[in-house]
């Protein structure tokens, strides 16, 4: 399986997915600039968290008109993996490829700490080495995670097992049902706020997030 | 021509900012306001002659602008700046 | 615009002596170095150059005290940031620089600017920023408005770093009536790099370019260095305009582009420098007389925000995100292609020159033509009048404080309540500080802590400033600041490399401002050359005062220490049930400056006793070796609110307790602020090592159990609190302050 780590003008946290991926997880992946034109090769792309065009307008808004996303649209709706985090959830909000959109948070404030989530979810390509309902700690870092959908999006969501992580203690930014990460109605795209590229590594002190690149690379494994 | 484009969150969409606003303009002493609504606008020159101003805003805050899933906008034609 | 004034006007009304420039500075200029009157230009450039925040030219002499070399250092001061050898053709650089002034002013911006200009210089350097820290001294939280100053100050700390995916992985925050009108911002930036990319700020070879990148200039922070080096009072309410506006996302481009370049394109490239204080004149110039080269600049070409903006605004501008480059003949269009790809100007403004003059054009006219040495080398050191201020002598004849203490529970309570003790995670979780995946240990522990990716090394960083200590003697006080920064890095199982600061101070033309300067920075000198940590980089910040009123003297030191092996990195909270305690250091009656003063006085006062260094020193070197053999389970070091305080601290955030017997200590003991003690604790099996190591600098207390209790018996009385209630009050005070109202 060969994965493309997208970097746009002020990405940030493309170095850590593509270390998770690459030095914990010995995957082939790659950096593609959001200039590119084409992702032909590529099985399954990562969107990385930061502050993609200073977040200015609405967190992920402009990163949507980037020359790469027109590749990214057409590999989701091929059915490869795409996975976001942070502010590629946003941006997969903005281009469309998830329902809802993310606010800020309701403290007004950037927060930056670990916050236990339910795995709702484990059916997903992403979640399939976590079990059922398990209960793990991912950290988060964001300003704008407040997850919101009319009420209607929100009922399709829970009824299609669409969310796939949840808050499971304290709702750290508002965000309706505690929604943390959901996919789309196929299941082979998935935003979430939290950042399992960054517990990875036991030196770090976490590895709840592990278990979710190596349930997409075995899929890849398989699929292959 | 220049056209003042504001984009608020929609009725139904909680804003907190709005909220914290609203409770310190209480505790200045003017419990008479009875909500706020924060929102951003943007001053949009278009060239002399443009044609068709109207469907071009429209069209700028529908793929730009706004996010239809939480905001809504409205705009106004200001007057030609002297 | 309106017609700048003639030399002869300049000359009568004496214009540049709200620039900060003196009459006998001026008649120096023109009757010795340019045997000529300055024009309007001119005039400012110097102004500008030869302020005190360009120059130094009051500080340098006290300067001159600190050590800057060792075996370890590859750059000292002078350069953007100072750089050492960390083994293995790597090297780490780093440097602090204040923001008082401008945040004092506009808190957001200021602090925001602050941090981007800090990155600059390190990546200026050819080092990628690794991590950031803060030290931020404010007024009590017992006001709204300097409530919202502190809001204000850490959100743009926070926003401007989070934007940057730089982690923000440590500092402090420390509050003081005396720093109310005039707050205190000093960001550190660390950064990593391959020796071999080491740069520097220079310009030479004639007919090379000088290249001007990055956002447009615009008329912001005009005189922001002389700004700095005036003091506040609230008539000059006008200068309080010059205070810039941020793009972090800007800078996250520069960044990449600049290192871009660096690293692949070194040939290209003669050097590079931030446009920082006092904006193009200082890079230009500081980078010419470095490279004892010419340089003539055509200010037309300079990328510009603004209309009509005269050449005295482009030079001395200080828009933020903006480099200087000096670039090897034939290659700026090379250079040019790198930063089209991220959407950023590129222009070359000017040529290296034969000669040494400094040549400006502007509009078709030559508005500056002076030897570059004139504006960085000639300025007149200024030899400073000082004096032992009055309240030292009498301090000393006075008997020292001795306090009572009835309820030793009741006081550590009351101190975990203190701001400057109790918990900041309601303003460090506002900062990312795990992006780039390398976090060891993040805000909260003794020091922050970086792994060295693709190695087994580990970079520990703190900063520290305790101005309440270097207002009761200056001299001792500057002792403390370093061995609070040492037993810090010792904490985590690093060795001490070198230091960076920023001397926090009020108005220097004030006598006894000046030797509080002085005799604080002998005290530090000394410190430094003890524990090996010379000083590679930092800054001064003068004029600290508002309405004639000064901040305590508050020296902060920014230090960095090596891990050998990031495997042995010690944490600060307690492990496992069953560790043996250690106090390691001798407790003394230190009760001057504590925070059990502050609590029970309201205020501070006394003489300080002083710290033997060379004892600190040895037993800390020992206790490292330890810690690297393994025989250290946690390390936490004893500041604020002293031993009970960091008994505490050790247990926050676990399920254990502690079961300690203090009879050699009294109550008030329990919360002496003697430097240079840590409170370790010892898996049982490597005790008969760690005591053998050790001796008499470490003495066995009592133990680690698995109650979530805190229990100690003293000298006539005993301590029993259940640690979870104890975290509640030090982890509620700052929330609940915020929250008020009042």
């Known amino acids: 399986m060969k994965i493309a780590v997208i970097v746009f003008p002020g990405s940030n946290c493309d170095l850590d997915i593509y270390e998770a991926l690459h030095t914990v997880c010995q995957a082939d992946v790659e950096y593609v600039p959001h200039k590119a034109t084409s992702l032909a090769g590529f099985d399954a792309v990562m969107i990385p968290g930061g502050f993609s065009y200073g977040d200015y307008l609405r967190a992920g808004a402009i990163a949507r008109f980037a020359p790469v996303m027109k590749e990214v649209i057409r590999l989701a709706k091929e059915g490869k993996p795409v996975f976001g985090t942070c502010n590629g959830f946003q941006i997969l909000t903005e281009a469309g490829l998830l329902p809802g959109a993310l606010k800020r948070n309701d403290s007004q404030q950037f927060v930056c700490k670990t916050v236990p989530l339910e795995v709702v979810n484990n059916q997903t390509i992403f979640t399939k080495q976590y079990e059922a309902h398990e209960r793990i700690n991912l950290p988060i870092a964001h300003a704008d995670g407040s997850y919101y959908a009319d009420q209607a999006t929100l009922d399709a969501l829970e009824a299609n097992h669409q969310v796939v992580f949840r808050y499971a203690e304290e709702n750290p930014n508002g965000s309706l049902n505690n929604i943390a990460g959901i996919t789309n109605q196929a299941g082979n795209v998935l935003g979430m706020m939290p950042h399992p590229e960054r517990a990875v590594e036991a030196i770090l002190g976490n590895t709840d997030g592990l278990r979710l690149f190596k349930s997409l690379l075995t899929y890849g494994t398989v699929k292959a | 021509m220049q056209v003042r484009i504001f984009v608020t969150y929609k009725q139904s969409v909680f804003d907190p900012q709005g909220e914290t606003i609203k409770d310190a303009i209480h505790t200045l002493g003017h419990q008479e306001v009875e909500a706020v609504k924060v929102g951003k606008f943007f001053d949009v020159t278009f060239a002399p002659g443009t044609k068709d101003v109207e469907a071009a805003v429209k069209e700028i805050a529908d793929q730009l602008l706004v996010n239809f899933n939480m905001e809504t906008y409205t705009y106004q034609v200001m007057e030609d700046a002297e | ?742």
């Open chain 3, 1 to 742: 615009m309106k017609a700048a004034m003639t030399p002869e006007e300049i000359k009568a009304q004496k214009p540049y002596l709200d620039w900060s420039l003196s009459e006998r500075e001026y008649n120096y200029i023109s009757e010795k170095l340019l045997g000529r009157l300055p024009n309007y230009t001119e005039t400012g450039l110097y102004s500008a150059m030869w302020s005190e925040h360009c120059s130094y030219k009051k500080s340098k002499p006290v300067l001159r005290l600190f050590p800057n070399k060792n075996a370890r250092v590859l750059q000292g001061p002078g350069e953007g940031a100072g750089v050492v050898d960390i083994d293995d053709g790597q090297a780490v650089v780093f440097k602090a620089e204040s923001h008082n002034h401008p945040s004092t002013v506009e808190p957001y911006q200021g602090a925001a600017t602050g941090v981007g200009g800090i990155l600059r210089d390190i990546f200026s350097m050819g080092a990628r920023p690794i991590a950031s820290l803060d030290s931020l001294h404010f007024g009590e939280l017992d006001n709204p408005t300097m409530r919202m100053k502190v809001q204000n100050t850490v959100k743009g700390i926070g926003d401007y770093g989070n934007c940057m995916g730089i982690p923000t992985v440590a500092g402090e925050t420390t509050f003081d009536p005396c720093y109310s009108g005039n707050l205190l911002v000093n960001a550190m930036s660390v950064g990593l790099m391959n020796q071999k990319d080491l740069q520097k700020g220079t310009a030479n070879g004639i007919g090379n370019a000088v290249m001007y990148v990055g956002a447009k200039t615009g008329r912001d922070g005009i005189h922001g260095a002389t700004f700095a080096s005036a003091d506040f009072s609230d008539e000059n309410a006008t200068q309080r305009s010059a205070v810039q506006v941020g793009d972090p996302f800007m800078e996250k481009l520069l960044m990449e582009a600049c290192l871009e370049l660096i690293e692949k394109h070194p040939d290209w490239l003669v050097g590079i420098q931030d446009m920082g204080a006092a904006g193009i004149v200082s890079s230009s110039a500081e980078m010419a007389s470095e490279g004892q080269a010419g340089m003539d600049l055509d200010l037309d070409l300079v990328p510009q925000r603004e209309p009509n903006m005269s050449a005295y605004e482009i030079m001395l501008s200080e828009s933020q995100e903006r480099m200087l480059l000096c670039v090897v003949k034939g290659h700026e269009a090379d250079v040019k292609k790198i930063f089209d790809f991220y959407d950023l100007e590129a222009v070359t403004i000017g040529r290296i020159t034969a000669g040494h003059n400094y040549v400006l054009h502007h509009d078709g006219q030559v508005v500056c033509d002076i030897p570059v040495s004139t504006l960085t080398d000639d300025v007149l050191e200024e030899a400073s009048e000082e004096r032992e201020p009055a309240r030292l002598q009498a301090a000393k004849a006075q008997p020292a404080w001795q306090p009572t203490i009835l309820n030793a529970e009741a006081t550590l309570r009351q101190l975990l309540a203190q701001s400057t003790i109790a918990d900041k995670s309601a303003f460090y979780q506002q900062y990312d500080s795990q992006v780039r995946t390398s976090t060891v240990f993040g805000p909260g522990s003794d020091a922050g802590v970086i792994r060295v990716r693709g190695t087994k090394k580990g970079l520990a960083m703190t900063t520290d400033g305790n101005g309440r200590f270097v207002y009761l003697d200056p001299e001792i006080g500057g002792k403390l600041a370093l061995t609070e920064a040492v037993t810090n890095i010792i904490a985590t199982g690093a060795q001490p490399l070198a230091i960076t600061d920023c001397l926090n101070y009020g108005d220097p033309n004030d006598p006894e401002i000046f030797w509080e300067l002085h005799h604080s920075v002998m005290g530090m000198a000394e410190a430094c050359r003890v524990y090996d940590t010379p000083v590679i980089s930092g800054n001064v910040s003068l004029y600290n005062e508002n309405n004639g009123q000064a901040i305590h003297p508050t020296p902060m030191v920014g230090m960095v220490g090596l891990i050998k092996d990031i495997n042995h990195v010690i944490p600060s909270f307690a492990q496992n049930a069953g560790d043996q305690v250690y106090l390691v250091g001798q407790t003394g009656n230190d009760f001057a400056g504590s925070e059990l003063q502050k609590l029970m006085l309201g205020d501070i006062s006394g003489a300080l006793n002083d710290i033997d260094l060379t004892q600190v020193q040895a037993y800390s070197q020992r206790l490292l070796r330890e810690m690297q053999a393994g025989h250290v389970a946690s390390a936490h070091d004893l500041a604020e609110g002293g031993l009970a305080v960091g008994l505490a601290e050790t247990l926050f955030n676990t399920d254990l307790g502690m079961n300690l017997d203090l009879t050699h200590l009294t109550a008030a003991q329990l919360f002496a602020e003697t430097g240079g003690r840590f409170i370790v604790t010892v898996p049982a099996e490597a005790t008969p090592d760690f005591e053998a190591a050790m001796g008499s600098d470490a003495q066995k207390v009592g133990e680690v159990t698995a109650s979530h209790w805190l229990q100690a018996r003293y000298q006539g009385g005993e301590l029993n609190a259940a640690v979870a209630e104890l975290q509640t009050v030090w982890k509620e005070a700052i929330p609940c302050q915020l929250k008020s109202k009042a």
